[in-house]
C-alpha cells in the first residue's frame, strides 16, 4: 500500500499511532472496535475513510468487511486517534510566535440540511461550516479554528472564531475578504479610478506571499472528509475537523 497516498500518514506514523492507541486501550481494559479486526488494520481502515472519504460499503469491499463492521471500526478508532494525538495541536500562540502569518477561509462542505439553513453560503453556492486556516510562509498548517456557520463572511468568522485578537500583535497577510482588521490585504481598485503603479506592485508581492495559505489549505483538505461533502452526523463535525487538525500537525511533525 503506497500509505502516504492511501492514508495521509507514512507508515513509520501509522505504527507509531497504533502504539499509542494499544497503550490507551489497555489503560481502560476494552476495545470499541471489533475482536475480528486486529488494531493495526482497524486503524488503517479508519485512515482510508477519512483520507479519502469513500463510502462505507467500499470501504469495506476494499478490505473484505461488511459496511456495519467498517462503521464500528471508524466510530471506534476515530475518537482514540484523536486522543492520541491530541497532544500535537500546538496552541496558536506558540505555533505563530515569530512568524509571518497567513489567514484564509474555507468551507467543509456538508450537503444541504434540512434546519440548518444558516449553513447555506450564497458566494459558495452550498451549505458548509467556514473554518479559519492559519499558514507560514513555506505552507505548513499553524492553525485551524473552531468552525463557524457556513454563511459567514471570512471577516465575520475571523473575529467570531477569537482570531483577530488572538493575532492582534503578529503579523498577518489576508486577501480583501479581510476588510477593517490589522491583517495586510491587497489594495482594493477605487470606483471609477485605477491603482497606482506602487499600489499594482504591492499587491502582486501580497499575492505572491499569499499563495503559501492557499497551498496550506490544498494539504488540508487531502484528508477528503473536508473537502468532498461530509455525509455524517452534522453535530460531530466539530470534533472530526479537530481529529482532522491532529492528523495533519502530526504528518507535519509537530
Known sequence: MRYQSTTGLAADQIEELVVRIWQIVQCRGKQPWPLTVGLYRAVVITLV???QNLNQAAVGDLFGLSQPTVSRIYRGILPLIGEALCLHIPDLKDAIRGR?????????????RAGHEVNYS???RRAG???QIAADTDGDLLGISAPMRGSMHDRKAFDECGWEDRLSDTPTIADPAYPGTHAITPR??????ELSTNDKSNNKTISSIRSAVERCIAHVKNWKILATGYRGRLAELPTIIRIIAAL?????GW
Open 248 to 252: 495533519e500537525f502530526y504528518r507535519l
Open 122 to 124: 450564497g458566494k459558495r
Open 188 to 193: 482594493k481598485k477605487p470606483k471609477g479610478g
Open 129 to 131: 461550516l467556514n473554518i
Open 49 to 51: 475513510y477519512v483520507r
Open 100 to 112: 509571518l502569518v497567513l489567514v484564509d477561509g474555507t468551507d467543509v462542505p456538508t450537503g444541504n
